[in-house]
């Protein structure tokens, strides 16, 4: 798939979830003016982050991780030599949920077709799954539910699944934002993303 063609049809995701009305979070986005966070980065990363659902910063601004959980990834990647913009960055839940409460089943089956589509667009060799929410919905789409524990247990281990474009691989780690609450998980989070120096 060339670039251009991967660009145009992260157009129409962007399009169709701005004017998805049938989506629980549709009113109130509309209400608060906020911006649904559709995903930044490169079109053809082999590296694709994906979070839980836009906090404050993400919804004000329309960008994934613009606050200070994002300025914890941008550390942890400036930390393996990573630039942020040669990675995509995404969530499974596209617009805020109510003041930044844990996403709802409902609003998760919602727009996670649009992440499914994200993945067979991007093709990337690994996915990194940031937080519960994301290792839960990934791994379970890939068939490894089986899998499933707690993220204590589960972060930095590598799990192979099978794309319709190949072989990838998923690592779930922690939500970067549990380290604000928890600063000892930092260094987990730091061993963690050593592992990526493998994927770039
Ligand atoms: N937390 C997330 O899971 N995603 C964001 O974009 C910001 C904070």
């Known amino acids: ?8 049809l992260l157009r129409q ?12 979070l549709y009113a109130e986005r509309m209400r608060n003016k906020a911006h649904c966070v559709i995903g ?3 079109h053809c990363a082999s590296i694709m982050f994906v979070g839980e659902a836009p906090g404050r910063n993400e919804a004000l601004t329309g960008r994934p991780f613009a606050g200070a959980a994002g300025r914890v990834l941008d550390e942890m990647l400036a930390t393996v030599g990573i630039v942020r913009k040669d990675v995509y960055i995404t969530n499974i839940v596209k617009d805020r949920p109510t003041n930044n409460r844990d996403p709802l089943p409902e609003e998760i089956a919602c727009y996670a077709p649009f ?4 993945i067979e667009i991007i093709q990337p060799k690994i996915i990194v799954m940031l937080g519960r929410y994301s290792m839960k919905y990934l791994l379970e789409k890939f068939g490894l539910g089986a899998e499933l524990t707690t993220i204590t247990r589960m972060h930095g281990k590598l799990f192979m699944a099978q794309a319709s474009y190949g072989t990838l691989t998923l690592m779930p780690i922690y939500h970067p934002a549990a380290t604000l609450y928890n600063p000892n998980l930092k260094k987990d989070l730091a061993k963690d993303f050593e592992l990526l120096k493998g994927f770039i």
Do not use: A, C, F
């Open 1 to 8: 798939m060339i670039e251009d063609n991967r660009t145009e």
């Open 115 to 118: 992440l499914d589509r994200q």
């Open 40 to 42: 930044e980065g490169s």
């Open 13 to 24: 995701i962007k399009d169709e979830v701005i004017n998805l009305k049938t989506s629980p």
